[in-house]
């Protein structure tokens, strides 16, 4: 929130050279764009092949050890800060390296809460337990400064802002996540030559930069521009909160194939879902029922073909 407030675009002179470095990702609360400047550069629509961009991947090197442990979560609770009212429950929850995780459940059961108090929504407040995240305590973080440590949150419903269009946007993310790891930012002209290949994981066309940030997208247009924004920022964490809703299965397989390939042997994905389609794109390490504010169930992708056919009470019962 206070990180983007202290975005002040200015083109910075020409960079000489760059080296590879290990990528975080940053997450960014749209409420506190700016939302009455509209920068008039273009992308050019021609396709440009740069001498010189800004290669990054999300985590550290492996040395060929043990996966470590990346996020550890025990007995967390937490309330609506306006209410009081009690909606986690005492969640434990432990997520390695190169590990996908899915979380379902019925709807109330504390799935987007526990992701947005991850990230430390405002509307929650933690009551209770500890969030460990790359060895640091997670819960005494900003929430800008939970994003620069890396985890990165895929919003369920993408707000729009006008007036600020995704070029700019994603440059002043990016800029701004190089200049906390002390790295020279990136010109326009530089920025464009790093994105272009993740426009193509994303099979989304170069013109769609020039658009306002989710300003008339449809709801598949909005879930791939989040994706591109975590293949731009890269993430040890990313929460996908809901990403297949909406979406045709062209769409979701567009989407499936842009976080399959963003994943490493060193970041993870937490995905958020109700529906078995995602995880027949998406390869779960392990699925976790929630229910009344906690985990009651962890198993592997044969718990989803339980669900589909019996339904969340099979689950109290196994």
């Known amino acids: 929130m206070a990180l983007l407030n202290r975005f002040n675009y200015t083109s910075p002179p020409p960079l000489p050279s760059f080296t590879k470095s290990p990528s975080t990702s940053t997450l960014f609360t749209f409420s506190t764009l700016p939302r009455n400047r509209r920068l008039n550069r273009k992308f050019p629509s021609f396709k440009l092949t740069a001498t010189l961009t800004a290669d990054t991947t999300a985590g550290s090197v492996s040395n060929g050890g043990q996966p470590k442990l990346l996020l550890e979560v025990k007995d967390l ?10 909606i986690l429950n005492g969640v434990n929850l432990s997520i390695y390296e190169g590990e996908i995780h899915a979380i379902m459940g019925k709807n109330g059961s504390g799935k987007s809460t526990f992701a947005k108090v991850l990230v430390g929504h405002k509307d929650y407040e933690v009551t209770g337990g500890s969030v460990v995240f790359k060895g640091e305590n997670l819960l005494e973080m900003e929430p800008e400064d939970r994003s620069l440590a890396g985890l990165f949150l895929s919003f369920q419903s993408p707000v729009e802002i006008p007036g600020v269009s995704n070029s700019d946007f994603l440059q002043m993310a990016y800029n701004a996540r190089r ?27 170069a013109d769609f930069l020039n658009r306002n940030v989710n300003e008339g997208f449809s709801g598949g247009e909005k879930k791939r521009n989040e994706i591109l924004q975590l293949a731009v920022l890269g993430a040890e964490l990313a929460i996908l909160d809901e990403i297949d809703s909406g979406l045709d299965v062209d769409a979701l397989r567009d989407v499936s194939k842009a976080v399959n390939a963003l994943m490493t042997p060193t970041n993870s994905v937490l995905m958020i879902t109700h529906y078995r389609r995602l995880l027949e794109f998406i390869k779960p390490t392990y699925i976790h029922i929630m229910d009344e504010g906690r985990i009651s169930k962890t198993g592997d992708i044969s718990i989803a073909s339980i669900l589909e056919k019996e339904g969340y009470k099979a689950m109290s019962s196994t």
Not at 77 to 86: D, L, P, R
Request: aromatic share 8%; no cysteine; proline share 8%.
């Open 179 to 205: 200049r906390k790891l002390g790295q020279p930012e990136l010109d326009p002209l530089q920025f464009y030559g790093y994105i272009m290949p993740k426009l193509e994981m994303v099979n989304i066309k």
């Open 77 to 86: 609770t937490a309330v609506i800060s306006e209410s009081g009212q009690k």
